[in-house]
């Protein structure tokens, strides 16, 4: 505990003149509660263009610039629409990928639907590319996917059910709107395909739910070939995308020398599989990099900072040396040129409120920043470092620091989503925005995270509301020894399984907090369990997933009632905010309402703000401004 002490004003130390130099002028709360005003930015085959979603106030467009014209040549309007993201076909055509919360006919509830459109510069247009009841089955949600381009560059190919029965791959036409026709005749297992440079269709991916086989088929002149299966309660093995020669299929799977994720390619010809492409020690690989045509050109690791790998060392070198001349920052591939000689980063980190670059003739370029209205000084210190849990493991801990003196400061225990998933360094708005109201903001990657490598990840199995709220109890204890935090003022605030850790902090250790907040939280794990049993049927893989992430399958009634917060109101002490948006799909809004309405039965201290069509992410703007006033509001009234 002592050296973690010295450790940590040692390296501050060295913080201290920026800190103190920031500028102390109070950011307004609107300031960060705003979705970015730039985001989503994609670049042009050629590098002339960039498209990029524009959000200010009550405006949101999508903005093509033409950096040789110097001026805005295109735009859409998507205040209607929720975009997830957008791409460059060639120097005319985008596709965009949008959402939209809606109900479909003949199907219980609303539901999230995906969709695809090319948006054509020249005719300034922008056409569905597959839309329910014309040549497709209406009971579907997601028909926003790509999987490649013909070689014409005319029409996109996308999976798509034709009937309750049928997965087949579609043919969608990109400048007109034109009822899709069939490419490929699927069947009811299947879930993927994969295209070449040709127009023809590679292979397939399938997996049966009844017999749990999952397996890849390659399209030969003979008809299907299995070049791979295996009999698996859900998918274990992904394949992502071909190689560049499209010969092969690019798999990631668990490494049995290492115990880490690694990728690997597969054979197309006879399924030979190869020995590690892309694998390192305590490193997981978060995604792939690779082109609308699902050609893989590397990955990306995740981690506090993004690392690289790819198949072309020269791009690698290139990268590389790029984001080791920024130690103190994080730079994100957003998008790049086919021939990688233009790529755009987004900066973040030491005095960066999320910038776009242009990596171009070895010169660098700021397009954007994603926050004008917060100066790169406003923008608070983010440290990074570990802790041991009370068993000995490591456990990684990011610390946002607020603009004064760091001893015995107001906290908030911001545990992150997922909780298969981890905080970074970059703009976090929520983080960003308690420090500068003088809180001292801690994020531990308790084991279950990913980015620290899969046996940390696997180490979060059965242990909801156990270790993984252990690993959030000890860092506090850390930093309250240490004397950084006090510990009459902390509050733990999350969203997702956060918000159920925040629940689960103000049921099982009362006493450590102040207050509580829980965003689209979990209150309920065996109504949640029995909900996807539900929804998908007992025995479907994502049960399964679920039974083996909470309680390392080994499931029972009194497992899931005694990690389920909602049976331990009578244990909670201190005020709770409950935060829920009307139309989230990941966590039902009766989490929050039943939750709510049993602390109230209770006689708790209580407060429910339910989000008007709100998601699971706080994806609208007007969502995210009303959750921050009123925890805003909570915070400040009760630490």
Sequence with gaps: MVAFRIFIICSLLMLSVSIFAKSSELVPLEAYGALPTVGMMAISPSGDKVAYRRTEDTEDFMVVFDFTQGKIIGGVDLSNIRPSHMYFVDEKRIILVVSRNTKIFGFRGRHDVSRAHSY??????????????????????????????????????????????????????????????RHKRGSNDVID?????????????????????????ALTNNGWKVIFKEETRYKTKGFVGVTSDFNNLVMIEENANTDHWAYYTISLKDGMKSEPIFSQPNKSVESVLSDINRIVYGVRYAGFKPSYEFFDKDVEKKVNALIDSMPNNSLTIVDHTPDWKKIIFLLEGDNSEGEYLLHANNKITIVASQRPSIEPEQVHQIYQTKYKARDGLKIPLLLTLPNVELERLPAILMPHGGPASYDRIGFDWMAQYFASRGYLVIQPQFRGSEGFGSEFTLKGRGEWGRKM??????????????????????????????????????????????????????????RMLNDEKRDYGKNHWVVSYWEDSIANNEVSEDFLQKISPINHVHNISIPILLIHGEHDEVVPLRQSENM????????????????????????????????????????????
């Design 596 to 639: 709510y309405d049993e602390l109230k039965d209770a006689n708790k201290h209580v407060e429910f703000v339910e989000l008007d069509k709100g998601d699971h992410y706080l994806s609208n703007g007007k969502n995210r401004m009303q959750a921050l006033k009123a925890i805003d509001k909570f915070i400040t009234s009760h630490l």
């Design 193 to 217: 395909y994969f295209v070449n440079d040709k127009d023809q269709v590679l292979a397939r991916e399938r997996y049966n739910n009844k017999t749990n086989i999952h397996s890849v088929e």
């Design 120 to 181: 054509n510069l020249e005719t300034n247009k922008l056409i569905p590319l597959l839309t329910l009841g014309e040549g497709i089955y209406s009971g579907q949600s997601q028909l926003g996917t790509i999987v490649g381009i013909s070689s014409d560059g005319s029409k996109a190919f996308m999976p798509a059910w034709e009937n309750e029965s049928t997965y087949s791959l579609m043919r969608a036409n990109l400048d007109r709107k034109r009822k899709a026709k």
């Design 469 to 526: 709220q252990d690993d959030l109890t000890d860092s506090l204890k850390v930093l309250v020894k240490s004397g950084y935090v006090d510990p009459k003022r902390v509050c733990i605030v999350g969203a997702s399984y956060g918000g159920y850790a925040a629940l689960a902090g103000a049921a099982f250790t009362p006493e450590k907090y102040k207050c509580a907040v829980s965003i689209n939280g979990v209150s309920d794990v065996e």
